[in-house]
């Protein structure tokens, strides 16, 4: 989905873009700028070979994200796939020669952050999950290699993605599958940060488009503003993809699944911190890109 709409973008632009992916896609055979290679992540000699044989400017990979092409649990095996294509990955394209690579990570690594202040590039990464681990390992890798070559390291810690379509994330926070009903808290004015599909993608062209001046380093990537539980719930039953919704107290709140399971699952919500309002803060990001869009004008 992701690469989908970033290659829509890319190509808009007059870019040439080369798309590697495990399965093909709408853009094959249909623009002079589009080339494709159908292969795993994890096939190191066609991927380094690509990169070899082509001067790329940036890279982004956009593989082994959950959104993207990964199930809601991580299971250790795709641990292992991620760290293999990290380890040739970003020494192959350091090798070839590649300007920016840009890294999707998630900004669950920050984990459950105590006080009200705003969520920073430099705050402790405390996350604790096969998610949070395969992604720090993935940036941990990059940082590692680009330390010994000209290659600019970008990780950009994404906040749970949604469209216009696609508001599976959005849904997660308002709704009790023990109960298997929608809820609010009081008046649902506590919010949660997500990141609209295209301030991803405006961000990612503000790469490409290479700003002056060093830009290396992590960002993260969101909405400007938190989405409030009423603006989720107002918005999709506006589009007829939520029925009845119930007002609850924090007391009256029962956690989705087992905390067992939050190890492995991408997208456990534990109701216990709905109130929590974490704000994360992407003023490093806005001077990339202007982070315009929001849940009330995206497409």
């Known amino acids: 989905m992701m690469a989908m709409y970033l290659t829509s973008s890319l190509l808009h632009k007059g870019h040439k873009v080369f798309g590697v992916d495990k399965q093909s896609n709408e853009f094959v055979g249909t623009n002079p700028n589009y080339n494709f290679v159908q292969c795993e992540i994890t096939d190191k000699d066609t991927i380094s070979g690509i990169l070899s044989a082509n001067r790329f400017d940036t890279v982004v990979h956009l593989a082994c994200t959950v959104d993207n092409d990964l199930e809601s649990f991580i299971t250790d095996e795709e641990m292992k796939d991620s760290k293999l294509a990290d380890k040739y990955l970003y020494s192959a394209a350091s090798d070839a020669g590649v300007t920016a690579f840009v890294l999707l990570s998630t900004t669950q690594v920050y984990g459950v952050v105590k006080g009200r202040e705003p969520i920073r590039e430099t705050t402790p990464e405390k996350g604790s999950s096969n998610y949070v681990d395969m992604k720090l390992l993935s940036e941990k890798m990059l940082f590692k290699e680009t330390k010994k070559s000209d290659m600019i390291p970008v990780v950009a810690r994404v906040a749970p993605i949604y469209t216009a379509d696609y508001t599976?994330?959005?849904?997660?926070?308002?709704?009790?599958?023990?109960?298997d009903v929608a809820f609010v808290i009081k008046d649902g004015e506590y919010g949660f940060t997500f990141c609209c599909l295209f301030n991803m993608i405006d961000f990612i062209n503000g790469i490409v488009a290479k700003p002056s001046g060093r830009y290396d380093g992590?960002?993260?990537?969101?909405?400007?503003?938190?989405?409030?539980?009423?603006?989720?719930?107002?918005?999709?039953?506006?589009?007829?993809?939520?029925?009845?919704?119930?007002?609850?107290?924090i007391t009256g709140i029962s956690l989705p699944i087992g905390k067992q399971r939050a190890k492995t699952d991408y997208r456990y919500v534990d109701f216990a911190n709905l109130l929590a309002n974490w704000n994360y803060d992407n003023t490093k990001a806005q001077r990339i890109s202007t982070f315009r869009w929001k849940l009330s004008n995206t497409k």
């Open 168 to 179: 599976q994330n959005l849904r997660d926070r308002v709704y009790d599958p023990k109960e």
């Open 218 to 249: 992590i960002y993260n990537v969101c909405d400007t503003r938190p989405t409030t539980a009423r603006e989720i719930v107002d918005y999709e039953r506006a589009h007829h993809r939520i029925g009845a919704v119930i007002q609850k107290s």
